[in-house]
Structure formats: C-alpha cells, structure tokens
C-alpha cells in the first residue's frame, strides 16, 4: 500500500456535476469512482472533505458520507479517522475492481442480486442438507436459538441471521460459493435497508430458518429447496420493499 501524502484536498480540482437533492448515495458514488479513475489522483492521495465534495455535488454530507464508506468496502479508498479520506491506489490498480463491482453502485440492480443470491442460497442449503456434519448443525443450531431469543432485539437478530446463512454456506463445502455469497450479501448491505424491525418479522424469519435447519438435518433435499425458497421469497421483498440508502 502506497504511503499516504499530506495532499491539501483544497488543490485536487473536482470535475464533478451536480446530482439531484435527495438522490442515492449511489450517484455520488458513482461521480466519485469518476473522479478517481481520471488519473488525476496519485496512489495514496487524500481526497476533499465530506464539505467540500457535498458542496461541488449540491448534497448532504450524508450522502457523501454513505458513498465514501460504500467505496471504502470496495477498496477504493481507505477512510482514516481524524485524518481523512485516501486513494488506495492508482487508476490501473481501481479500474478492474471498479469494473468488477461496478454493478454495486447500481442500485436499480437490486432485482437481479435478489435473483442470484436466491439461487445461490437455494443451492448452498441442498449441498448442505447433503454434506453437513454434526458439528457443523449443532453450530446451526446454535445460532438459530440466538435468533429465538433476539426476537426482541432486531440488532441481535441480524447479526444471528447473517452468521446462520455464513454457517449454511460453509457446510456446502464449497468455498466458492460461500465467498460468492458473502460478497452478494456485501453489495445488499451498502444499498439496501434490509433490518428486520418488527417482532413479527423477526419471527417470520426465525420459523423459515428453522425450517431450513430442520430439512438439512434430515437431510431432505426436497424440503430444504423448498424452505429455502420460501425463506428467500419473503426475504427478498422485504429488501425490495425497503427504502434504498438516499439522502436523509
């Protein structure tokens, strides 16, 4: 990683247009991955403030706040508190991983990811439902009763969802798909408002994973697709029914 320069942001010249009040974050992202694939930057360069770039681009500072920590999980920058924002290196180095992940920047793709990760998922649990061992359901287990008694908390909640489907990958046995899947679950995450905020939701969610576990223990091929499908049908239009990350 190239060291960090002491760069006056106030010098770096932004060629940058003004995106509508209240558009997503991912329009000033988008301007952003502009700006640092222009070749202007140096590896290592610190870029404008949060203020100087939401003036230029006539938004909230939010906006650019969610766009530079979205760019941050990408790589493409490094966010060092108290100090600022940084380029983590050149524009050949950004180009490929901006081609790469470019679709995460779409949020109007949000569909399509649903449509892969659902397919994905429905796969992972039918190897899993076929190659999982007992200390691979006994950790599922685990984290299914950590759902159960975070019902309550939403915050809890999601942080067992997240690790049930993560453990559900892995005992696929095969880490492609579970990488595939993390990095799915990634560009969800940045867009989307995907929190279960409900109690009925949250138990809406915890009878489909327990649905799922119970099928893979058994090993039923068939009830696991189908719980799997079931789970994915309604998680899916929970994140398409929720609000995108936009300016608040």
Do not use: K
Not at 3 to 17: G, K, Q, T, V
């Amino acid at each position: 990683m190239p060291a960090f320069s002491e760069n006056d942001p106030l010098n770096i010249r932004l060629e940058l247009e003004s995106v509508p009040a209240g558009s997503p974050a991912s329009a000033v992202a988008r301007q952003l991955v502009t700006l640092l694939t222009t070749g202007e930057l140096a590896p290592g360069s610190r870029l404008p403030s949060e203020r100087v770039i939401a003036e230029q681009l006539g938004v909230g500072r939010s906006a650019v706040r969610e766009a530079l920590a979205a760019l941050e999980i990408l790589g493409i920058v490094q966010i060092r508190p108290g100090s600022g924002t940084y380029l983590q290196g050149g524009t050949s180095d950004l180009l490929p991983t901006t081609l790469s992940w470019g679709l995460m920047l779409a949020s109007n793709r949000t569909r399509e990811l649903l449509e892969v990760r659902s397919s994905l998922e429905r796969t992972a649990a039918i190897l899993a439902a076929q190659r999982a061992d007992a200390a691979q359901l006994d950790e599922l287990q685990e984290y299914l009763e950590r759902q159960r008694v975070a019902l309550d908390d939403p915050q809890a909640f999601i942080e067992a969802d997240v690790r049930f489907h993560v453990l559900l990958a892995r005992a696929a046995g095969n880490d492609v798909l579970a990488d595939l899947l993390q990095s799915l679950r990634s560009m969800l995450s940045v867009w989307v408002g995907r929190r279960v905020r409900t109690r009925q939701a949250t138990e809406a969610a915890y009878e489909e994973h327990r649905a799922i576990l119970d099928a893979v223990r058994a090993g039923d091929v068939a009830a696991t697709q189908r719980a799997m499908d079931d789970h994915m049908a309604t998680a899916s239009a929970r994140i398409e029914n929720a609000d995108p990350i936009s300016e608040r």
